[in-house]
Nanobody, 124 residues
């Protein structure tokens, strides 16, 4: 049906940069807000940033000025550019599509979808 596939995680030194991508696949008509969450070991999952279909963004205070979220509606893809990375940014990063309108079984349906997660490790 509908899937989110993330890429771009990895190991980076403090102060470095990474760019995460998340592409949605399936018979998608539209996606409302898309977001990135993260979960560090022993901590709860938290919102990193989100972006509406029209491009309005919202950031966790801890990443403001360092991370930039963007999206390409034509490609059903959301990106997270992460600069000036810190060890405390180490976490599994998850992509979320809050309301996906897609076509299935002869009708239109709504669905919330999560990606499988991609590990970002910031360490020297």
């Amino acid at each position: 049906q509908v899937q989110l596939v993330e890429s771009g995680g990895g190991l980076v030194q403090p102060g470095g940069s990474l760019r995460l991508s998340c592409a949605a696949s399936g018979s998608i008509l539209s996606i409302a807000t898309m977001a990135w969450y993260r979960q560090a070991p022993g901590k709860e999952r938290e919102l990193v940033a989100d972006i509406t279909r029209r491009g309005i963004t919202n950031y966790n205070d801890s990443v403001k000025g360092r991370f930039t979220i963007s999206r390409d509606n034509a490609k059903s893809t959301v990106y997270l550019q992460m600069n000036s990375l810190k060890p405390e940014d180490t976490a599994v990063y998850y992509c979320n599509a809050g309301d996906v309108l897609y076509y299935s079984g002869g009708g239109y349906r709504h669905l919330e979808v999560w990606g499988q997660g991609t590990l970002v490790t910031v360490s020297s």
